[in-house]
């Protein structure tokens, strides 16, 4: 199992990278083509509302309660009963999320007026988020389904599809803004709307014919009132507020910089676009492939594996997280200025993204902390402890909101959301320690002095090869590209040479 979780991770990051990279790709077309204009805040807003709730109930909560128990299925019973669970899951779930779609378009007003306050009070902008929400709304009916297809190939331990998925709908948005004169703003931001309603419909298509080659694929059945499905809606319930708790944060900054000056929203999702790179691409990878092996080891009572598969994923953490957050810190407005500083996205914009990306980047490591700490009480179908927890962060998170968004402006909210994280992951550390499911080996204290090492050889390089700012602005853009590229390719490989010079070597990233 060592070599295959470690497998499974470099399939399902290599995978996110390629989503990622495209994701950049149509955040580039995005600014490019409307910049920061307000027809800009107003699609983001759009697309943030069923977003959020992707990530909360697909990503999230179902996808946490829903895999432990079909694990336990998977391991104690007769293929039939796990057969009788999906079928009676996907029916359900089915049907729910019809009707909370349905609901959605029709109320798209009201929850324009509830995560779009600031709106209100200029009807163009409230007039165009509500249409486009009524498009983009469906797309939770979509993609939870995929979701849920995506949780059964995760559980039998194939990651490549799932992972691969979400590229669809970078594929999607990116086809939509393009074939529109990028001169109709407004029509472009309706094309692109349209381009995440396919893309739900795409993306759960592809699912299926993996999970008819694994017999999976059964038909849907009403079973709301079935022990397995009752079992996943008790641990959803409080997971809704444990793992999802980040994705609560970044909506209340929506809703509060809503009131800022036009362009704060694009800000933020710049900058939020940059931090989810490496947390897609490590800290969600790592926990979707340590969730299934984790409920299985519960399951069997196998507690000294649990507690080797924890220390291992945070040390893979640990390696990868540090060195990007050091690295997207310093190089951050440089990299804004690359990716994202052409067309309608000025330099102004660029550099004030800068600033909330730096914010963000305070609380990568808890971020990403986070998602291997809550998978270890989920995989144990313990959501309680995650939920308790998550509505502390929350109430932190928006009390810093409160206070530090009128003199930082939305640097302020992005600050606070880091607050909140780090806290969360200390808080979680501390209660998976409290009751003995996780115990740091001792390998811990050797680890953390060859990341000191290697990290401060990363950050001397940096700080000596990287030109200042005001050249930066001055270049043209295949001269930051070329910039850029030297200064991440030289900081990867140096950063690999100065581990294995400080005693890191391939059998330690291996779980044993």
Known sequence: MSNQLLKSGIIVSAMTFLSRILGLVRDIVMVNILGAHWAADVFLVAQKIPNFLRRLFAEGAFSQAFIPILSEYQTSKEFEEVKKLVSETFGTLTIVLLIVAIVGVFASPVLVTLFGPGFIDEPQKFELASLLLKITFPYILFISLTAFCGSILNSLGRFAVPAFTP?????????????????????????????????GIIQLLLQLPFLWREGYLVKPRW?????????????????LFGVSVGQINLLLDTVIA??????????????DRMLEFPLGMFGIAISTVILPSLSKQHTSNDS???????????R??????????????????????????????????????????????????????????????????????PVRIGIIAMVVNMIFNLILFYPLAHVG??????????????????????????????????????????????????????????TWQ?????????HMSFLVVSCVVLYVLSMYLFGVRAKDLRHD
């Not at 000294?304 to 945070?314: M, P, R, Y």
Request: charged share 10%; glycine share 6%; hydrophobic share 55%.
């Open 167 to 199: 590229v669809l709908l970078n594929v999607s948005i990116i086809s939509a803004a393009i074939i529109v004169s990028p001169s109709l703003e407004i029509q472009t931001a309706k094309a692109m709307a349209w381009g995440v309603f396919a893309a």
């Open 304 to 314: 000294k594996q649990f507690n080797q598969t924890l220390n291992w994923a945070l």
């Open 413 to 470: 909210l992005a600050l606070a959301t880091s607050i909140s994280a780090l806290l969360n992951a200390a808080l979680l550390f501390r209660a998976l320690k409290r009751t003995k499911s996780f115990i740091p080996d001792a390998n811990w204290w050797s680890w953390i002095a060859k990341l000191a090492g290697g990290n401060t050889v990363l950050l001397l390089f940096i700080y000596f090869a990287m030109d200042d700012i005001t």
């Open 474 to 482: 001055e270049w043209a853009v295949s001269e930051r590209v070329t």
């Open 223 to 239: 079973g709301w009132r079935s022990q397995g499905v009752q079992k996943i809606l008790t641990l959803m319930g409080p997971a």
């Open 258 to 271: 809503s009131f800022l000056e036009t362009g704060s929203l694009v800000w933020l999702y710049v900058s």
């Open 316 to 385: 893979l953490v640990c390696l990868i997280g540090i060195p990007a957050a050091l690295g997207l810190f310093v190089m951050a407005e440089p990299i804004i200025l690359t990716v994202f500083q052409h067309g309608k996205f000025q330099i102004i914009d660029a550099h004030l993204s800068s600033l909330s990306l730096k914010a963000y980047i305070i609380g990568l490591l808890g971020f990403m902390f986070i998602k291997v700490l809550a998978t270890g009480f989920f995989s144990r179908q313990d959501t309680k402890t």
